[in-house]
């Protein structure tokens, strides 16, 4: 697929994203949530699989596409809530994101495969789709993970790191214990690994 097309697909995913109400700060500037999340997901897949197919790229992309147009708080606040709200939402992202690819003429082939991978089907079985909850699990402990150690209880945040761990493949397990951390971060990631 020519590159100008995956160029505007991925324009279209931010100016969708850049909708988002959530912001956050950074470097002294207010970014929509979702627009920097995604923008942070393509750079972490270029370094991580720089060969990535043009349907793991959009993936990637669109990955939280216009999540807060379903809030978590509108399911019941529990287990089965949770899973039910990420269900939907994985749904929800690959319908809105099959929306954008029709309108830029891409063919049903690409589209379908960007709406598999979307819904993390066959993961640890699909090689794109690893790639992708590996990307994912990265971007969590590159630009999240050290703001989230602030807010939780040292039980939770270790649960937390093992239930990411066992995600991952080997080469995302590489990936993320070459990232820099603080030494709470990574002594908290230490001691889940050793549990």
């Keep these: 697929m ?17 909708n988002d109400p959530n912001h956050e700060i950074i470097e002294g ?3 929509p949530k979702e627009l920097i999340y995604g923008q942070r997901m393509t750079q972490t897949i270029n370094t991580f699989e720089p ?9 990637a992309r669109a990955q939280h596409i216009c999540r807060w147009e379903i809030p978590r708080e509108t399911y019941p606040m529990d287990r089965v809530g949770y899973l ?20 830029i003429g891409y063919d049903k082939e690409t589209i379908e495969r960007v709406s598999f991978l979307l819904q993390k089907k066959k993961l640890k ?5 690893q790639t992708l909850e590996d990307v994912i699990c990265l971007v969590f402990l590159n630009f999240y993970y050290e703001g989230f150690l ?6 939770k945040i270790i649960d937390i790191l093992q239930k990411t761990w066992r995600k991952m493949s080997e080469k995302g397990h ?17 001691k889940a690994l050793a549990e």
């Design 2 to 18: 020519a590159p100008i097309q995956l160029s505007e697909a991925l324009t279209k995913i931010d100016q969708a994203n850049a």
């Design 29 to 31: 500037q207010s970014i």
């Design 51 to 59: 060969n990535a197919s043009v349907a793991l790229q959009i993936a």
């Design 84 to 103: 039910k709200w990420r269900e939907d939402l994985k749904k929800f992202h690959a319908k809105k994101t099959a929306g954008i690819l029709t309108e």
């Design 125 to 129: 079985k699909d090689i794109e789709t």
């Design 150 to 155: 602030i807010k939780h209880e040292e039980e």
């Design 174 to 190: 590489k990936a993320a214990l070459q990232l820099s951390y603080s030494d709470k971060g990574l002594a908290l990631i230490k």
